[in-house]
């Protein structure tokens, strides 16, 4: 099986390695009470960046809850014309949604931000269970408990490419989620990547049938880089 160009291939080792860098600044700057997965390709990243927190933060109780997000895959009961154009929700926290997350730093964990509209779709709604949890409360506790709220954002690869949506921008949610070292933007955003990477399709382990052969290319992609 011959490389493909324009692919890159990812081995488990080298997300492992790219989750243990960020985490002590994760852990430092945001300090998550609960993590929530975007699978299926952030149920990975998210397991073990939890092993990582639990040692910089001490907490040892540490939590990950999932959701289910499709935007390339197909879906029961969906059609091919929504695959790469709308986000199908697919699993989600529950109708106690808002309370589970209210008051929390929540940390949505996924393994690639490429086009943003996944993440876009999972911040958005995210904040929409808040905000009805919070209509339920005393009108008195409503500031405190929104601004105890707080949402940050792990990928473990980002796409230096024009995204097709952008991230709620309204305080304290989300203000602006970019890198910084990507555009220019500071603040007090929380937004990690594991690494920028080029607009490739970016081919990860738990994807491939053949775990051998998909070292090997990862091999020869890590090869083609470091001779460029």
């Known amino acids: 099986m ?4 324009g692919h890159l ?11 243990k860098e960020c985490t002590p600044k994760i852990g430092d700057e945001f300090n998550p009470d609960l993590m929530v997965a975007i699978g299926g390709g952030g149920f990975f ?22 959701i289910g997000l499709s935007l390339y895959e197909p879906v029961e009961g969906g059609n091919e014309d929504q695959i790469g154009q709308e986000v199908i929700r697919t699993q989600w926290l529950g109708p106690n949604a808002g309370k589970l997350l209210l008051g929390k730093r929540v940390l949505i964990v ?18 929409k269970d808040v905000e009805a949890e919070l209509s339920t409360r005393p009108e008195s506790e ?7 709220t707080k949402f ?20 304290p949610y989300v203000i602006t989620i970019f ?21 490739v399709w ?9 775990i051998e052969e998909h070292d090997r290319l990862a091999m020869l992609d890590r090869s083609r880089k470091s001779g460029q």
Request: charged residues 30%; aromatic residues 8%; without cysteine.
């Open 2 to 5: 011959a490389n493909q160009v």
């Open 9 to 19: 291939h990812v081995t488990y080792n080298n997300i492992h390695n790219l989750i």
């Open 45 to 66: 990243p998210a397991r073990v960046m939890r092993t990582f927190l639990r040692g910089v933060t001490k907490n040892k109780t540490l939590q990950i809850q999932a």
């Open 110 to 127: 996924d393994e690639v931000d490429d086009t943003r509209k996944t993440l876009h779709y999972a911040l958005s709604e995210l904040k």
């Open 142 to 148: 409503r500031e405190a408990l929104r601004a105890a």
């Open 152 to 171: 940050g954002i792990f990928v473990v690869h980002n796409k230096k490419k024009p995204k097709l949506a952008e991230l709620p921008r309204d305080i």
């Open 179 to 199: 890198i910084a070292r990507s555009n220019g933007k500071t603040g007090n955003d929380r937004y990690y990547a594991g690494e920028d990477v080029d607009d």
């Open 202 to 210: 970016l081919d990860y382990p738990w994807e491939s049938t053949n």
